[in-house]
């Protein structure tokens, strides 16, 4: 099942490297361009028996030197521990590969935005040992991207925006902008940005317009995920066309009644419902056989 909105704010830049430049240049954040990128391991662990695992790192080569590196880190809510383990990654970063590493941190609120923005110190009372400061994604600092023109010149910052804005009102709009510039792009374009919007709205109420739109403005794109996105969708669409027969009939629809059928995803179980909805006389009927 797509619901894992943490693995779609750092994977995007995996199958995307080039999405932090253009994160870099909304940012106003100048930094050194790039000829070419690598993904890197993420593990961090050490000798002792401590897993430490950032969430995806990226190595940015430039003609000057050696380069940077990104460590990306989705954040979904405020962690009092989170600026150790950024410290530990940053330094060991540092030690391991001696290039100055960037620490990205990808929200979808803005509170955990504004707590992650705030610089760490480490170190007694007068000194700094060592400064903490992430460089901060979130739907304060990313463009909500409405525009049909525009979301096709950059779709993995559009998918971005969409990630970043899913609780936002103007969600909706990025959605369809991204679905429209969709339309015309080849299945490799096209499949990895449904899977990412879908896994980065997670159980919110966008995900529902995103899987209507997926259903609707890219029918014609077949992957796993697209299937599924459809059949959830017409399992949802024949759910409350059962309920609807039964309201309009006049019949109680007790709640564990109600969430058994809107949780079912069986196409051909729901369509048997709905028949025996017709001329059912309660919802026990509907469910006589099983």
């Not at 304060?140 to 010149?153: Q, S, Y």
């Not at 990412?196 to 259903?215: D, H, M, T």
Request: glycine share 6%; with cysteine; proline share 7%.
């Amino acid at each position: 099942m797509v619901s894992s909105p943490h693995e779609a704010m750092h994977r995007i830049f995996q199958e995307y490297p080039e999405l932090f430049s253009r994160v870099s240049e909304v940012l106003g954040i100048d930094l050194p361009r790039p000829h070419s990128v690598r993904i890197l391991p993420t593990d961090l662990t050490e000798s002792r028996p401590v897993e430490r695992r950032v969430d995806t790192l990226l190595h940015f080569e430039t003609e000057s030197d050696g380069g940077f590196l990104v460590a990306v880190e989705a954040q979904g809510r405020k962690d009092p521990g989170k600026p150790g383990s950024w410290a530990y990654y940053v330094t060991y970063l540092y030690e391991k590969y001696g290039l100055p590493p960037l620490l990205l941190v990808v929200c979808q609120d803005r509170a955990t935005a504004d707590w992650a923005a705030v610089p760490v110190r480490i170190g007694p009372a007068g000194w700094t040992t060592l400064l903490v400061h992430p460089l901060v994604v979130g739907p304060h600092n990313m463009p909500v991207i409405t525009d049909v023109a525009d979301a096709r010149k950059d779709l993995s910052l559009t998918a971005l925006s969409a990630i970043t804005h899913a609780s936002d009102p103007e969600v909706g709009a990025i959605l369809k902008a991204l679905s429209t510039a969709l339309r015309d792009e080849p299945e490799s374009l096209v499949n990895p940005v449904i899977e990412f919007v879908a896994q980065g709205l997670g159980k919110r109420p966008a995900s529902e317009i995103w899987r209507n739109l997926v259903a609707v403005d890219l029918s014609f794109y077949t992957s796993p995920l697209s299937e599924e996105i459809r059949a959830q969708g017409e399992a949802r669409r024949a759910a409350r066309d059962v309920l609807t027969v039964l309201k309009q009939r006049g019949l109680e629809v007790p709640e564990v009644v109600r969430e058994r059928i809107t949780d079912t995803q069986d196409l051909e179980l729901l369509h048997l419902w709905l028949v025996r909805a017709v001329t059912a006389s309660s919802t026990d009927e509907l469910f006589c056989d099983e």
